[in-house]
């Protein structure tokens, strides 16, 4: 599957965005997909997960109730919506897909997209 991550932007702290990750190549509703991101001289990071229905999420404390990760398999499309962003969320986000349950390790997953930007500033 092939994975295009979009949605980045500017904002201010406070603010919300809503990233989009589009998949092709192969039926979507077989992969969990997977967000993470990655800080300016930090390790990647997991974000949050979905399996493959939409049933079972598994976020990271740090974006719990601020986050909020869905999927529209009939559109091939995953969805971050973060609202009340904060400067340290500030990161490349990639989205990541694989066949089995959500894992939080980045090696645990087979497909990637290019990343998008997403800087929270005053």
């Known amino acids: 599957v092939q994975l295009q991550a979009s949605g980045g932007g500017v904002v201010q702290p406070g603010d919300s965005l809503r990233l989009s990750c589009a998949g092709s190549?192969?039926?979507?509703?077989?992969?969990?997909v997977g967000w993470f991101r990655q800080a300016p001289g930090k390790e990647r990071e997991f974000v949050v997960g979905i399996n493959w229905s939409g049933g079972m999420t598994n976020y990271a404390d740090s974006v719990k109730g601020r986050f909020t990760i869905s999927r529209d398999n009939a559109k091939s499309t995953a969805y971050l919506q973060m609202n009340s962003l904060k400067a340290e969320d500030t990161a490349v986000y990639y989205c990541a897909a694989r066949r089995s349950l959500i894992v939080v390790t980045g090696h645990g997953y087979d497909y990637w997209g290019q990343g998008t930007e997403v800087t929270v500033s005053s």
């Open positions: 190549g192969d039926t979507f509703s077989r992969y969990t």
